[in-house]
C-alpha cells in the first residue's frame, strides 16, 4: 500500500475513534478497514459494563464489513489515544487471519497524532494462527 493510502487509512480511523464508547475503560479505539474494492468500513470500540461484552474497534469494523457483503480486505488502521502505537488484541488478530487466508493483510498501528505507526501483517502478529485447516484436519 501506498505511504498516502496509508496515511489516509489512518485518518479515517482517528475519525472513527471519535465515535468510540468508552465509559468504563476510557480507552476509546478507531479502526478503518481497507476493503479490496476500496470501500473503507470504519469501526470503534464499544464498552459494556459487563467488560466481556464489549467490541474492539477492529471487530466492530470487520463485522460491520461482513455484513454488508465485504470479506476481502488489504489492510486495517488501528488508533488509540495512547502515545504509542497500540496494536490489535489477540482477539481481533484471529478475527483479522480468518480474512487473510495467506497472512497477508496489513495491520496499520498509528499512535494518538495519526503520524507516526507501524505497520506489520497479520501473520507477522499472529504466526501460526488458528484456520479452518485446522478443523478440516480433524476430520480425518
Known sequence: MEEEQRRALVAAAVGAKERAYSKYSNFPVGAALLCRDGTVVTGCSVDNAVHNLGLCAERTAVVKAVSE????FAAVAVVSNSPSCV???GACR????????????EVVMARSDGQHYKVMTVSELLPCAFSIKNLEETKH
Do not use: H
Open 87 to 89: 496494536s490489535p488484541c
Open 94 to 105: 484471529q478475527v483479522l487471519s480468518e480474512f487473510s487466508s495467506d497472512g497477508s493483510l
Open 69 to 72: 457483503g465485504r470479506t476481502e
